[in-house]
């Protein structure tokens, strides 16, 4: 195996060198990016490894023209940056993998060992990355989470993806498969909580003609609409006890029988599932089996719920604004300081899925101009507003409780608890950065401690 080492540090390139070719492995160098593309032109090689932060051309644009000219051409990144933007952003371009400085020689060995077994052209390029743009990741556990799926997504094993209601389950899952090996195979997904026992039976295995009262003709299944693909089941704590054993019948054996008939066909499908509820608790309870869950919990991805993603929520809330402004014919939706304070501080309990319900209803009510205020808000995003937040505009407040300065003072020092930022808590409360500074020391108010960028 041949491997390009691209450093524009010499002293670490040559070490490298060393290093891998201990390993058994033939090793090229070149200082810059320009030389590595060179270097690409005139040589075989079959691995990249480059640094990510070089004078000229980065490791980010090497990459980018490396995977213009050579797809499949697996990249591994090192970065003394180890930040999981950098990360998420080569692995979207399509890195194969990265790593962090210091790294251990086993580290990197391992990485180049899980390139030369990868299929070929599997490299998580842009272009493959087809659903990665409707998934909003711009917080942290977020951006961990996509790193996961990106890795899940080079193996075959089997993947149960926890999380509550509405946290985008299905989307991950179609993300997984289509960065994975069968991508160019059926996505087939089921909910198992949508059909009664005999039906759901018959959807997963098919049948055969005359099976049941109404079966008048053979029907395959989603097992075998799958063959070759990915079998997603969202809710699969759902399942009866019978289908349970079912179930794991077929993913011991790899065979189904349709209903109805005594002839096993073989099939290829990678399994992936999904559960709002903790199936271990189940498990304790007898009401999930054992064997079961260990069949499907082949490696475990967590969902992280919206409220706990700030950043997320106000991308997809500016999402869903443009998407249902243009439905509705309000062209761009825009929410007052207030309204926007009530939704950004809603803990939303059926997370991403409640959100763009939530906006659709907004977009319905807002004005002709596509402005919305508190009075075009759901009722029960109203009856959940934070407590420290007033339910009447300013001037009513004034009326009633105090001067409307008073009420000012106390809108914005709720806004600067819950934000994370002075960015953020200015963007809420409609009012420039340098203004917010201005009203905080004319109001003696302070950001709390938990802010990132005061």
Same mark, same amino acid.
């Not at 979207?92 to 790593?99: E, K, Q, V």
């Not at 060992?113 to 493959?128: I, N, T, V, W, Y």
């Not at 309870?285 to 929520?313: A, C, M, T, V």
């Given at each position: 195996?041949?491997?390009?080492?691209?450093?524009?540090?010499?002293?670490?390139?040559?070490? %490298?060198?060393?290093?891998?070719?201990?390993?058994?492995?033939?090793?090229?160098?070149?200082?810059?990016?320009?030389?590595?593309?060179?270097?690409?032109?005139?040589?075989?090689?079959?691995?990249?490894?480059?640094?990510?932060? /070089?004078?000229?051309?980065?490791?980010?644009?090497?990459?980018?023209? $490396?995977?213009?000219?050579?797809?499949?051409?697996?990249?591994?990144?090192?970065?003394?940056?180890?930040?999981?933007?950098? &990360?998420?952003?080569?692995? #979207?371009?399509?890195?194969?993998?990265? !790593?962090?400085?210091?790294?251990?020689?086993?580290?990197?060995?391992?990485? $180049?060992?899980?390139?030369?077994?990868?299929?070929?052209?599997?490299?998580?390029?842009?272009?493959?990355? #087809? *659903?990665?743009?409707?998934?909003?990741?711009?917080?942290?556990? /977020?951006?961990?989470?996509?790193?996961?799926?990106?890795?899940?997504?080079?193996?075959?094993?089997?993947?149960?993806?926890?999380?509550?209601?509405?946290?985008?389950?299905?989307?991950?899952?179609?993300?997984?498969?289509?960065?994975?090996?069968?991508?160019?195979?059926?996505?087939?997904?089921?909910?198992?909580?949508?059909?009664?026992?005999?039906?759901?039976?018959?959807?997963?295995?098919?049948?055969?003609?005359?099976?049941?009262?109404?079966?008048?003709?053979?029907? &395959?299944?989603?097992?075998?609409?799958?063959?070759?693909?990915?079998?997603?089941?969202?809710?699969?704590?759902?399942?009866?006890?019978?289908?349970?054993?079912?179930?794991?019948?077929?993913?011991?054996?790899?065979?189904?029988?349709?209903?109805?008939?005594?002839?096993?066909?073989?099939?290829?499908?990678?399994?992936?599932?999904?559960?709002?509820?903790?199936?271990?608790?189940? $498990?304790?309870?007898?009401?999930? #089996?054992?064997?079961?869950?260990?069949?499907?919990?082949?490696?475990?991805?967590?969902?992280?719920?919206?409220?706990?993603?700030?950043? *997320?929520?106000?991308?997809?809330?500016?999402?869903?604004?443009?998407?249902?402004?243009?439905?509705?014919?309000?062209?761009?939706?825009?929410?007052?300081?207030?309204?926007?304070?009530?939704?950004?501080?809603?803990?939303?309990?059926?997370?991403?899925?409640?959100?763009?319900?939530?906006?659709?209803? /907004?977009?319905?009510?807002?004005?002709?101009?596509?402005?919305?205020?508190? *009075?075009?808000?759901?009722?029960? %995003?109203?009856?959940?507003?934070?407590?420290?937040?007033?339910?009447?505009?300013?001037?009513?407040?004034?009326?009633?409780?105090?001067?409307?300065?008073?009420?000012?003072?106390?809108?914005?020092?709720?806004?600067?608890?819950?934000?994370?930022?002075?960015?953020?808590?200015?963007?809420?409360?409609?009012?420039?950065?340098?203004?917010?500074?201005?009203? /905080?020391?004319?109001?003696? !108010?302070?950001?709390?401690?938990?802010? #990132?960028?005061?």
């Amino acid at each position: 195996m041949r491997i390009l080492l691209v450093d524009d540090q010499k002293s670490l390139r040559r070490s %490298l060198s060393l290093m891998l070719q201990g390993a058994g492995f033939e090793t090229g160098e070149a200082e810059s990016g320009e030389e590595a593309l060179s270097c690409l032109g005139a040589e075989r090689f079959d691995l990249v490894i480059t640094d990510l932060r /070089m004078e000229g051309m980065s490791g980010v644009d090497l990459l980018r023209e $490396i995977k213009r000219l050579n797809p499949l051409l697996p990249v591994i990144l090192i970065t003394a940056y180890g930040s999981i933007d950098s &990360a998420v952003d080569a692995m #979207r371009l399509g890195a194969f993998d990265y !790593l962090t400085k210091p790294f251990r020689e086993q580290d990197i060995l391992e990485k $180049i060992r899980a390139s030369q077994s990868a299929p070929p052209g599997f490299a998580l390029a842009a272009e493959a990355s #087809r *659903d990665a743009e409707d998934i909003v990741a711009d917080t942290p556990q /977020m951006r961990a989470t996509l790193i996961k799926a990106e890795r899940i997504a080079r193996t075959d094993i089997s993947v149960l993806i926890t999380g509550e209601t509405g946290t985008g389950k299905t989307r991950v899952a179609r993300f997984i498969h289509e960065n994975s090996a069968r991508r160019e195979a059926p996505f087939v997904s089921i909910n198992c909580a949508s059909l009664p026992e005999n039906l759901l039976e018959s959807e997963l295995f098919g049948h055969v003609k005359g099976a049941f009262t109404g079966a008048t003709e053979s029907r &395959a299944g989603l097992f075998e609409e799958a063959d070759g693909g990915t079998l997603f089941l969202d809710e699969v704590d759902t399942l009866s006890p019978a289908m349970q054993a079912k179930l794991l019948s077929v993913l011991q054996e790899k065979v189904i029988r349709r209903v109805g008939s005594n002839k096993g066909k073989k099939v290829d499908i990678r399994i992936m599932s999904a559960s709002n509820q903790d199936l271990a608790l189940l $498990i304790d309870k007898g009401h999930f #089996r054992s064997d079961l869950y260990f069949r499907l919990n082949g490696i475990r991805l967590h969902l992280p719920p919206l409220r706990e993603r700030g950043q *997320d929520l106000h991308n997809l809330l500016q999402r869903f604004l443009a998407v249902y402004g243009r439905k509705y014919g309000r062209g761009r939706l825009r929410l007052s300081p207030r309204a926007e304070a009530y939704v950004l501080g809603y803990a939303y309990p059926g997370n991403i899925r409640q959100l763009e319900s939530f906006v659709e209803q /907004m977009a319905v009510f807002a004005d002709d101009a596509g402005y919305i205020d508190v *009075d075009a808000l759901p009722e029960d %995003l109203l009856q959940q507003a934070p407590a420290a937040m007033p339910r009447h505009e300013p001037a009513e407040l004034g009326e009633g409780g105090g001067s409307i300065a008073d009420s000012q003072r106390r809108m914005i020092e709720a806004t600067l608890q819950r934000a994370s930022n002075i960015g953020e808590a200015a963007r809420v409360l409609g009012i420039g950065r340098t203004t917010l500074w201005r009203k /905080m020391r004319e109001y003696n !108010l302070h950001f709390p401690p938990h802010g #990132r960028n005061r």
